[in-house]
């Protein structure tokens, strides 16, 4: 948009005042325009304000007098001012074009700078790239080894997963298997596990775990269980008591303290062992002691009147020993009138018909008549069936035909 003569001064001066943020004014350019020519004093200034969004300048165009404004000089030398001017407008173009070059070198040189700068920045940014991509093939490799080592830690743990599931199966069924009753208790003597058999004894179920054990009814007569429970926990010594339940059955209960492997107590272990038959075995080995030391002849026969047992009593009121007795008929020592009311006797007892106390006869081995008491009595095995009588014979012979019952 400049006129002839202004572009180059022009140009030359906005970029310098952009680049260098100085004032820039060049005196008496010569501005050609619409078939004439003027001389002006260009001035071009910096403007910088904060609210503005960019830098700007103004251009100030002052003229300063027209060629027509000269005086025109004689007519001998008109081509000398011609020449004159022409060589002024040169030197005016030559000093812009001067200007203009240098201040494009400056640039230029600027620019080369900034490129320069750009490419070292861009180098160490390669560089650092390149250090990272280094650390990240190393952090590859090293994650890889994780990997592998996780891997093979990982394999180890099934195996001792798989290793702690088929014990833990083990012990459950060797728990079950024993029918044993079992409960693990806390510090806090709260449930942590149980074996299924215990909810026989104390009434259990899947949910009271966690639950303090004296929430819970047992069937037990052991109203100390709980003091006892704390003074193990207290003193570590373990406590064995014999105690019957509701139904009738006598368990052996052991409190011990818990250990861990570390040999660190986490609580309490009570096991319920079922010593029903135990007892049982005892009264009747008492029993048996009292019928096999009394002086009353106390036997056991089998429903064809086979001997099973004889004591003390019998061996010295019929003559026979035990050994000489056992698997023989008791019919050897009942005279023969009356094997066929010993024979319904049995037979009585064996349906179930309860039998009085009766007088009979009975013969010694030395043939000796005797005049018995006789008691018999049913004998049932452990499923509830009949399976022989048992008789108490006492010896009234004594007593000749005072008693007629």
């Known amino acids: 948009m400049a006129r002839e003569g202004l572009q180059l001064e022009l140009s030359a001066g906005l970029r310098r005042v952009f680049h260098t943020g100085q004032e820039f004014q060049r005196k008496e350019v010569l501005v050609k325009g619409n078939g004439s020519e003027h001389l002006i004093d260009l001035t071009i200034k910096p403007i910088r304000e904060p609210s503005f969004p960019q830098d700007l300048a103004m251009v100030i165009f002052q003229e300063v007098a027209t060629p027509d404004a000269v005086m025109p000089l004689p007519s001998d030398v008109p081509a000398v001012s011609d020449e004159h001017r022409q060589i002024t407008a ?83 069924n060797l728990l079950v298997s024993t029918d044993i009753g ?142 000489e007795a056992l698997g023989s008929n008791i019919s050897e020592v009942v005279p023969e009138e009356q094997r066929e009311a010993l024979s319904q006797l049995i037979e009585k007892v064996r349906s179930g018909e309860r039998i009085p106390a009766q007088k009979v006869i009975r013969r010694s081995r030395d043939g000796k008549e005797l005049t018995i008491w006789l008691t018999a009595s049913l004998l049932k095995d452990e499923t509830g069936a009949n399976y022989a009588v048992a008789t108490t014979e006492r010896d009234i012979t004594w007593l000749g035909e005072k008693i007629n019952l």
């Open 90 to 172: 040169l030197e005016h173009e030559l000093q812009s074009t001067k200007e203009h070059l240098q201040t494009i070198i400056e640039e230029l040189e600027t620019l080369n700078e900034e490129l320069q700068s750009s490419n070292e920045e861009l180098q160490s940014t390669n560089e650092e790239l390149q250090s990272t991509n280094e650390e990240h093939e190393t952090a590859k490799e090293e994650l890889q080894s994780i990997n592998e080592e996780l891997v093979t830690v990982n394999g180890e743990m099934e195996g001792k997963v798989q290793e702690l599931a088929k014990i833990n199966n083990d012990m459950n």
């Open 182 to 323: 079992t409960i693990f208790l806390d510090l806090k003597l709260c449930i942590s596990r149980f074996t299924p058999s215990v909810c026989k004894i104390v009434n259990l179920i899947d949910s009271d775990m966690g639950r303090p054990l004296s929430h819970i009814v047992t069937n037990l007569n052991y109203p100390d269980l709980f003091a006892d429970l704390k003074k193990v926990l207290d003193t570590l010594n373990k406590k064995e008591v014999e105690s019957r339940a509701k139904s009738g059955k006598w368990y052996l209960i052991r409190i011990l303290p818990y250990r861990t492997i570390e040999n660190v107590i986490d609580g309490v272990v009570i096991t319920f062992v079922d010593i029903t038959d135990r007892k049982r075995l005892e009264a009747e080995s008492r029993l048996a002691t009292v019928l096999r030391d009394s002086n009353d002849a106390i036997t056991v026969l089998d429903f064809s009147g086979n001997i099973l047992s004889w004591n003390l009593g019998a061996e010295i009121l019929y003559g026979l020993s035990q050994a």
